[in-house]
C-alpha cells in the first residue's frame, strides 16, 4: 500500500466535512466504543475531542491510551456497501494540560462545534488530543489503502 496525493486529500476532506467519530478504547474487562464531537488537524496528525473527565471513556483512555477512531460518511443507505468511505485510524490519546495547548486545542474544536462552547468550558471538561500514526482508509467496500501523517 501506498501513500498518495488523492489518498491525503480524501481523508482531509472526509475528516473536514464529518462532525462525529467512533472512538473505540480498551478496558480492563475489553473494548468500549464512544461517539464524539472531533476536530482534526490540517496536516492530519492528530485530532481533538472533548469529554468530561468523569466519564468511562476518559478512565479507559487514561488507562490504555491506546485508540482507535472511526470515521465514516455512510448515509445508511444500501448504496454505502459501494459508496461509502469508511477510515480507521490508530494512535496515542492524552489530555492536554497546559494552558496554551488548551486554548489552541479548543478554538479549532470550537470553531467546528460551537453548540459545544460551554461543555468545553466547564471545569470538568478534558481536551483529549489523539496523535495519530496511521489511516487505514476503505474505498469501494473493500480497497484498503493505508497513509501515515
Request: aromatic residues 8%.
Given at each position: ?43 492530519l496528525s492528530h485530532v481533538i475531542f472533548a469529554t468530561m473527565r468523569a466519564t468511562r471513556k476518559f478512565a479507559h483512555l487514561v488507562a490504555h491510551p491506546r485508540v482507535a ?81
Amino acid at each position: 500500500m501506498t501513500e498518495h496525493k488523492e489518498t491525503r486529500d480524501l481523508v482531509r476532506r472526509l475528516l473536514e466535512a464529518q462532525r462525529f467519530a467512533v472512538l473505540c478504547t480498551q478496558s480492563e474487562t475489553g473494548p468500549y466504543s464512544s461517539l464524539i464531537a472531533f476536530w482534526g488537524s490540517d496536516d492530519l496528525s492528530h485530532v481533538i475531542f472533548a469529554t468530561m473527565r468523569a466519564t468511562r471513556k476518559f478512565a479507559h483512555l487514561v488507562a490504555h491510551p491506546r485508540v482507535a477512531l472511526l470515521f465514516d460518511d455512510r448515509s445508511n443507505r444500501d448504496a454505502d456497501l459501494r459508496e461509502a468511505t469508511a477510515v480507521t485510524a490508530t494512535g496515542t490519546a492524552g489530555e492536554l494540560t497546559g494552558q496554551r495547548a488548551r486554548v489552541a486545542a479548543a478554538t479549532g474544536f470550537l470553531a467546528k462545534h460551537p453548540d459545544l462552547s460551554e461543555f468545553v468550558n466547564d471545569p470538568a471538561c478534558a481536551l483529549v488530543r489523539v496523535d495519530l500514526d496511521v489511516y487505514r482508509v476503505v474505498t469501494q467496500f473493500q480497497d484498503v489503502t493505508e497513509l501515515r501523517p
